[in-house]
């Protein structure tokens, strides 16, 4: 993949002169970046070393798109609708492996069980739901627009989408954990089962709001409150855990927290929301 980039990266030097800087620093930033990747993969390595070569190579990965943007000549144009809506697509990509994943471990469950049980169907329930509030949430932040807007914040924000994507694809492993819980494959706890789905949730709507606030240069607080309630509620699903209700249930209450979220959204949060983008946006007009 990285290899057909450089060609790419390469050919758009030629084609665009006056990117030409711009492109061969993208060129030589992602083979350095290869040939690293290459490398460690054949080197025979202890873990220590492994782990400080996977760190330097991640930063080589990350610099290198910063510094050719910041070269002279003003970097490679860009349409921000569409680099946000190809960033939406993996997020979509992520919580559909989620699902995928959670459904088939529930079908191994319900053959375990000899049937479609209550439990079955309790974290089915959790995970659609957490699935969709989780969709809902990502898409309320106008991120086109405030990158049209912001372009010196795109790479804040592109690179704080992996925290995002994490939590997504943390989410669905949790789940993944849960259903396994139920065919009694997992050595693990329910409580710490219902904590494998929570924490991640939790995570996911800080690194939104987070990674929002960023976009648009300021932060709400009505949206540290709305991130407040749903930590609250979160926590009150693993106290319910702990205290020994079943984890189905509990896996409810977690995906009943992205409703604060969604309800506070509706209400008020919309209105805060369009009125930042307008200050956002006016600052650059």
């Known amino acids: 993949m990285r290899l057909a980039m450089v060609s790419q990266w390469l050919r758009a030097a030629r084609q665009a002169p006056e990117r030409r800087v711009s492109c ?4 030589r930033w992602v083979t350095a970046a290869q040939v690293g990747w290459v490398a460690l993969a054949l080197l025979n390595w202890s873990l220590l070393p492994t782990l400080v070569a996977i760190v330097v190579l991640n930063l080589i990965e990350a610099y290198g798109p910063w510094r050719a943007e910041h070269l002279e000549g003003g970097g490679t144009p860009w349409h921000a609708h ?3 809506e190809r960033y939406a697509l993996f997020a979509i990509i992520a919580l559909g492996e989620g699902v995928v994943g959670t459904v088939a471990a529930l079908s191994s469950a319900e053959e375990a069980a000899g049937g479609i049980t209550a439990d079955v169907l309790g974290v089915g329930a959790a995970g659609i739901a957490l699935t969709f509030g989780m969709w809902w949430t990502y898409f309320t932040v106008p991120s086109g627009d405030l ?31 849960a259903a396994l819980r139920l065919e009694d494959e997992s050595h693990i706890s329910a409580l710490g089962a219902v904590l494998s789905v929570a924490a991640p949730v939790g995570f996911f709507l ?6 929002y606030s960023l976009l648009v240069g300021e932060v709400d607080g009505f949206h540290v409150w709305m991130v407040l309630g749903t930590l609250a509620v979160l926590a009150g699903a693993v106290l319910l855990a702990a205290a020994g209700v079943g984890m189905p249930v509990c896996l409810l209450v977690v995906a009943a927290s992205l409703l604060v979220p969604v309800v506070g959204y509706e209400t008020v949060g919309h209105r805060h929301m369009g009125e930042a983008t307008v200050r956002a946006t006016a600052e650059q007009s």
Request: avoid cysteine; hydrophobic fraction near 60%.
């Open 24 to 27: 061969l620093a993208y060129a």
């Open 82 to 84: 569409h680099i946000a």
């Open 147 to 177: 990158l049209h807007a912001h372009r010196e914040r795109g790479f804040v924000w592109g690179y704080g989408q992996m925290f995002v994507f994490g939590a997504i694809i943390a989410t669905g492993a949790g789940l993944h954990v």
């Open 206 to 211: 800080v690194a939104v709001i987070a990674v």
